[in-house]
């Protein structure tokens, strides 16, 4: 038998030792993504700019889900606060906003935030962690794309021109990182029933062109995230959960 390769031998084992780090951890997506590791006996460092929120969820998730409050936009502060973790396989970012655009009322402010948090942000924590991932042999990035950056949406001009941007960076850390043993790919999200979607509004009608019919739940996305953490031969790749939007 071949003896395996280094990124096949980098990923993360269900072990009780492993740890991830989820950004957006204390609600929606984030969050659902941390309840999947943590029902797989991992640890989660979770990273969220809203404290109070983070402290709520350790409170229902137990001590494994070990919050981080920090804004991912600031780099100094994402190093300070994420340190030196030992046994981390996994840094998922799932942190995004996503406020509603056309060219005739966007604004530089918008423009900055959302390109703060959706891009900077998934770099800056990434760049934090890869230290972590290479101590530990290796392992996997998933960064949070959109359906979006392939389909446009109606007003959504700078979030789809952000999260279009992560899907490059995606492919261009999974080159820079390959020959470290860290695969990096990224899922991009269709209609989710999450509050912060259902609160802009407009679901009912998107998922009116989904062929399956409906919006996909949190923890449907995080499923994929986990499998996509846990691939022998995957990287630069962007998964699209969509309900088929894509098709037509």
């Known amino acids: 038998m071949a003896a395996a390769s280094s990124a096949e031998s ?19 997506m984030g969050r659902a993504v941390a309840e999947r590791f943590l029902a797989e006996g991992w640890t989660v460092l979770a990273l969220d700019r809203d404290a109070g929120a983070l402290v709520t969820a350790a409170g229902e998730l137990g001590p494994a889900f070990r919050p981080v409050p920090v804004d991912i936009t ?19 970012n799932a942190a995004g906003i996503y406020p509603p655009t056309l060219l005739a009322d966007y604004d530089e402010a918008t423009y900055r935030r959302t390109f703060d ?4 942000g998934t770099l800056n924590v990434t760049a934090a962690a890869v230290p972590a991932l290479r101590a530990a042999g290796g392992g996997t990035i998933v960064n949070f794309a959109s359906i979006d950056a392939f389909a446009v949406s109606p007003g959504q001009l700078i979030y789809s021109a952000s999260k279009a941007a992560v899907v ?17 790919n990224a899922v991009a999200p269709g209609w989710v029933d999450t509050p912060g979607t259902r609160a802009g509004g407009r679901m009912e009608e998107g998922v009116a062109a989904v062929p399956l019919g409906r919006a996909a739940q949190p923890e449907e996305i995080a499923d994929w995230v986990w499998k996509l953490c846990h691939g022998t031969y995957l990287t630069g790749e962007t998964l699209v959960v969509s309900g088929g939007l894509t098709v037509r």
């Open 10 to 28: 980098a990923r993360p084992a269900a072990t009780a030792q492993s740890t991830a780090l989820v950004t957006g951890a204390a609600s929606g």
């Open 74 to 92: 600031d780099r100094t502060a994402v190093t300070t606060a994420l340190g030196s973790p030992i046994g981390l396989r996994a840094a998922i």
């Open 168 to 184: 490059c960076l995606t492919r261009s850390l999974a080159h820079e990182l390959g020959p470290d043993g860290i695969a990096v």
């Open 117 to 120: 948090v959706n891009v900077l």
